[in-house]
Each structure stands twice: as structure tokens, then as C-alpha cells.
């Protein structure tokens, strides 16, 4: 293929960068690692439990329990709420693999249903009702991309079943139910703070939000080996002892120390990443080769979109990727293999292709553009120059 002028001058303009906004909240940062320095307790100390109380504050949530990534949480969320061997938790085909994985690694299975064809990517309350069996405990929707699922069908139904109602909610902080932040909503839900996230540490951390004290209180034990904290032993004296087989899931005081920073301009990040996502859906709406730009969909009640990832769908869209790539623009395709057909769940009976068509729709036209506040408009202007291009023709 000739290379184009493009090509050859233009930056690269990555899927995720983050060096400008770090840069300036530096001094921030260090203030608060200064203090972890100075304290010398780098795991679950005292940055991590103000940490823990800023999410709080900030989602309204009764207790936020800080630990290792937004997988663990998942596992321990679900260990908390009771969830375990012999039963089934229903989540979605279409979502990131730990929310399957996590069912299945708390002892439970999950069982799949579709997403709706509302362009929310949800969980469908029709879909969902199909699959419910006398085993099922627990109702997990995911909140992808910028909005909530449709809480509303989702808790009646939960309701009328006596199921439990869980919430990936590891993409939605700063999504709002009428006011409720994701994940509390129903008995509890996740945060992550993986890098990329609207809200992202320096490496892996996560959190569990509940207004449920029993599950918090679990929560805390599961997170630490499970250990009751320091009790009398009769036999031993006193030691840590450990009612259940938890595990060591304890965030680092520095990944705190860069959240809390953060944190601080949070809100700020989230108003300028609506306004790129405007800015995108402006020239791509309607423009060749774009089959859908990211709908809001209405609910009864305010919802607050939140555009933790920018998704459109496209024709063609690995070759697509491949031309972006080509002129040095990253994107993500989130998430190309749907859950029931991932190789680990595929030897279900039922499991085929077709089983979900718009969980599969999804995954084969859904492409994640370049979206984080330190984008340029130039730069958003340059990656849609560069669909229109592959569409016309011009390489
Ligand atoms: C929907 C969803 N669930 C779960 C996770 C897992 O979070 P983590 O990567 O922090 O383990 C993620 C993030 O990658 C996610 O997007």
C-alpha cells in the first residue's frame, strides 16, 4: 500500500494517553505519595481508607471496600452476597470476560442471556426471563460504555423472582439511576480503576460499593484471607484466624495515593469527555460506513450518561482498524468474542452462534475510537478524517 502524506507526518494519536493530565496533577499526586512514604504502610494503610471514604462520599455509597483490581471485586461482591456453588447468576453475552469469569470463579455459573437492541448494550429483561431456573440467585447487568442497562426493567423483575440484583458496574463511576450511583442500585456493585477508566489508577485497583452492612462486612473478610482480625485462639493464644478462604486482594496505598488526586478532578474529566463525544457523534452521525453513533436512550427517570469509551458501529470494521492503524491512530474493539462462544463456555450444549444475535451483532461491528480528556479536537477531527477516507476509498 503507497503511503500518504498523512502517514508519514502526522503524530500518532494513541487509543489511551493520559501524559498531559498526569503531568499537571503531579504536584497532587505527590503530596499524597509523599504521605504514603512518610506513614511507610504501602498496603491497605491509611491512603487506602481515605480513599475508601472519598468513593463514598463521592457514589453515596454506605461502605466502599477497597481491593485489587475490578475482577476481585467482582469475586468477592458475588462470595459476599452468598453466591456460590449450585447456583446460577444471569449476565449478559456481550460484556468484558470477568463478568462470566467471576461467576464461575466465586463456585456459581453463570448462564447467559442477550443484550437488548436498543443500542445501550445492556442486559434484556425479555432475554433474561427466558433463562431463569429454579437455581437462579442472581441478576447481574453491566453498565458498558456511557450508559446504565435498563435498571428499571431490570430491578421489577429481579422483584417479582426474589432474585438477587448485582451490578457490573467496574465502567459506570459517575452514572447516576435517578440520582442512585451505579452499583448501588441493587445490592451491590464494582468499581475498577484499570489505567484506562474514567476514573484510572497507575495499575491494577478496584472496589466494591454497598449500602448492604452484612456484604461490606464480608466483603472486608474476603479481601484479607479471611481473617476475623486479631482473636483470642485458645489452643495458640492470640493470632489471626480465618473463618472462610478468602484471599489477598488489599490495594497499594500509591495506587490510592494517584486515585485520591484524581478523584479531585473527576467531574471536570467527565464534562470534557462529553464534550468530545459530542464532538464525534457531530461528524460521524449519518457519515459512510457508520452504521450507529452511541444513543441515550430515554428512561422514565434522569440517568446521567457518563462516555467512559466512545462506540460506534461500522461496516467492515477490521478492516477498518487495520487502516487506523496504518495512519497510526489506535482503537479497541470491546469485545470481539461474545461470552457463551469464549472457549471456556463453549462447550455448553446450547451454546452456538446465533444464540444471541444482538450480543454477536455487537461484537462484530463495535469499534472504541480514541476518547480521554487530554484528546485534542484537532486530533478527534484527524481520526474522523481517517474513517471518511477508508470509506471513500482513499488510502
Ligand atoms: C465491564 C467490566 N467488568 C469487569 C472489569 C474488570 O475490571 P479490572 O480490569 O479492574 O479487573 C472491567 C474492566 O476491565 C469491565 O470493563
Same mark, same amino acid.
Given at each position: ?33 509523599? &504521605? ?7 498496603? /491497605? ?13 463521592? #457514589?453515596?455509597?454506605? /461502605?466502599? %471496600?477497597? *481491593? ?6 467482582? @469475586? ?26 467471576? *461467576? ?26 427466558? %433463562?431463569?431456573?429454579?437455581? #437462579?440467585? !442472581?441478576?447481574?447487568?453491566? =453498565? ?14 429481579? #422483584?417479582? =423472582? ?24 441493587? !445490592? ?15 495499575? &491494577? ?13 464480608? !466483603? ?31 490495594? &497499594? ?5 494517584? $486515585? ?15 464534550? +468530545? ?15 450507529? *453513533?452511541?444513543? %441515550? ?11 467512559? %469509551?466512545?462506540? @460506534? ?9 487495520? =487502516? $487506523? ?25 446450547? =451454546?452456538?452462534?446465533? +444464540? ?12 472504541? $475510537?480514541? $476518547?480521554?480528556?487530554?484528546? #485534542? ?19
Amino acid at each position: 500500500m503507497a503511503s500518504t502524506a498523512m502517514e508519514n507526518s502526522a503524530e500518532p494519536i494513541p487509543f489511551f494517553d493520559q501524559a498531559e493530565s498526569f503531568a499537571s496533577l503531579w504536584p497532587l499526586i505527590a503530596r499524597h505519595t509523599d &504521605d504514603v512514604f512518610d506513614r511507610g504502610k504501602f498496603s /491497605h494503610g491509611r491512603k487506602v481508607a481515605e480513599l475508601e471514604r472519598a468513593i463514598a462520599e463521592y #457514589t453515596g455509597a454506605a /461502605h466502599a %471496600v477497597a *481491593v485489587n483490581s475490578g475482577t476481585d471485586a467482582l @469475586v468477592i461482591l458475588l462470595r459476599a452476597a452468598g453466591i456460590g456453588p449450585g447456583d446460577e447468576v444471569i449476565v449478559p453475552a456481550f460484556s468484558f470476560f470477568a463478568t462470566a469469569s467471576s *461467576v464461575s470463579m466465586a463456585g456459581a455459573t453463570p448462564v447467559f442471556a442477550d443484550i437488548t437492541p436498543d443500542g445501550d448494550y445492556g442486559l434484556d429483561a425479555a432475554s433474561v426471563e427466558a %433463562v431463569i431456573t429454579e437455581r #437462579t440467585r !442472581a441478576v447481574m447487568p453491566v =453498565h458498558l460504555f456511557s450508559q446504565l442497562a435498563d435498571l428499571g426493567a431490570l430491578s421489577e423483575l429481579s #422483584t417479582r =423472582h426474589g432474585l438477587l440484583l448485582l451490578e457490573d458496574s467496574a465502567e459506570a463511576i459517575g452514572m447516576r439511576w435517578d440520582g442512585t450511583h451505579a452499583g448501588l442500585i441493587g !445490592a451491590g456493585g464494582v468499581l475498577s480503576f484499570f489505567p484506562t477508566k474514567t476514573l484510572g489508577a497507575l495499575g &491494577d485497583a478496584g472496589m466494591v460499593l454497598t449500602q448492604d452492612d452484612a456484604i461490606a462486612e464480608q !466483603a472486608a473478610v474476603l479481601r484479607h484471607h479471611g481473617r476475623m482480625g486479631r482473636t483470642i485462639d485458645h489452643i495458640a493464644g492470640i493470632s489471626n484466624l480465618s473463618g472462610v478462604s478468602g484471599t489477598n486482594s488489599k490495594m &497499594d496505598d500509591v495506587q490510592a495515593a494517584v $486515585l485520591l488526586a484524581k478523584l479531585s478532578r473527576l467531574d471536570v474529566d467527565i464534562a470534557r469527555r462529553r464534550v +468530545l463525544a459530542e464532538a464525534y457523534t457531530e461528524r460521524l452521525r449519518g457519515a459512510d460506513g457508520v452504521l450507529a *453513533v452511541p444513543r %441515550v436512550v430515554e428512561r422514565a427517570v434522569p440517568t446521567d450518561p457518563v462516555y467512559y %469509551v466512545y462506540l @460506534v458501529e461500522v461496516e467492515r470494521r477490521d478492516e477498518l482498524v487495520a =487502516h $487506523l492503524a496504518a495512519r497510526g491512530i489506535g482503537t479497541e474493539t470491546y469485545y470481539p468474542r461474545p461470552l457463551h462462544l469464549q472457549p471456556c463456555y463453549a462447550d455448553h450444549p446450547q =451454546h452456538r452462534p446465533g +444464540l444471541f444475535p444482538h450480543a454477536e451483532a455487537a461484537c462484530e461491528r463495535t469499534l472504541a $475510537l480514541p $476518547l480521554y480528556p487530554d484528546l #485534542t479536537e484537532e486530533r478527534l477531527a484527524t481520526v474522523c478524517s481517517a474513517i471518511s477516507d477508508f470509506y471513500a476509498g482513499r488510502r
